[in-house]
């Protein structure tokens, strides 16, 4: 089966600096991974997705994240933070059901990021 | 623009209560899927459905059933509310690889929640 470790509950970082969230997962097949992020009172969106092309993949609002499998890690950063990146992140792996396509997304716990001035 | 429609935003009920939390899609989506999410555990999926009529157990079904009778909507149910059922639940859809919209196959897009309160 396959799971997803979010270390670190809460990651507080200056405004301007690097940001790292840490995703580890498993999985006995070649995963897909994700990160989402989620604003207060909102719903979940979409950063970026590693579908097994590159394995440096850039999203929304000057985030990366890099696959690394020797080290089952797919890591979110961002240079520089900005106080509007202040929400939670979820790391989330895709479990294929059948070949036919349905998939189902296991999340990680999340991380809340804030961002102090 | 794509759209997650949940209709109730937040609700209270009663234990016992029958509660009904309503999503709609406007992107002809095969899949749906409910989630529920709780501090420090992350989402935990409910039930999914891969078509219309169709559905399966998620990984904490227990107290929850769904309905999905037409494409665009699909319902969860809580028979007998508990207190333990207090939590944030969200609804997302996403397309399946038969659609032909193989890129967006594994991407989910969320509705903005629904918060119940179980007294």
């Known amino acids: 089966a396959q799971s997803v470790t979010q270390l670190g509950s809460h990651v507080s970082v200056s405004e301007g600096a690097l940001v790292l969230l840490r995703c580890n997962y498993s999985?006995?097949?070649?995963?897909?991974l994700f990160w989402y992020v989620q604003y207060p009172n909102q719903g979940l969106q979409l950063l970026l997705k590693y579908t097994s092309a590159a394995t440096l993949v850039k999203g929304i609002n000057g985030f990366e994240a890099e696959f690394k499998k020797s080290e089952t890690s797919f890591h979110l950063t961002k240079p520089s933070a900005h106080m509007s990146d202040a929400a939670e992140y979820f790391c989330?792996?895709?479990?294929?059901?059948?070949?036919?396509?349905?998939?189902?997304?296991?999340f990680g716990a999340g991380t809340r990021l804030a961002v102090h001035p | 623009d794509v759209k997650v429609t949940q209709s109730s935003r937040y609700l209270v009920k009663r234990t016992g209560e029958k509660v009904f939390l309503e999503c709609v899609q406007d992107m002809d989506h095969e899949n749906m899927f409910w989630y529920r999410q709780d501090p420090g555990l992350g989402l935990r999926l409910i039930y999914f459905s891969y078509d219309v009529k169709m559905k399966e157990k998620g990984d904490i079904p227990e107290g929850y059933s769904v309905s999905r009778e037409k494409k665009e909507r699909f319902s969860l149910i809580l028979e007998s509310a508990s207190t333990n059922q207090t939590s944030m639940y969200l609804c997302a859809s996403s397309p399946s690889p038969r659609q032909g919209r193989s890129s967006g196959a594994n991407v989910l897009t969320f509705g903005a929640g629904s918060r119940l309160t179980v007294l």
């Open positions: 999985s006995s097949v070649p995963p897909y």
């Open positions: 989330a792996v895709s479990d294929f059901l059948f070949s036919g396509g349905y998939n189902k997304l296991i």
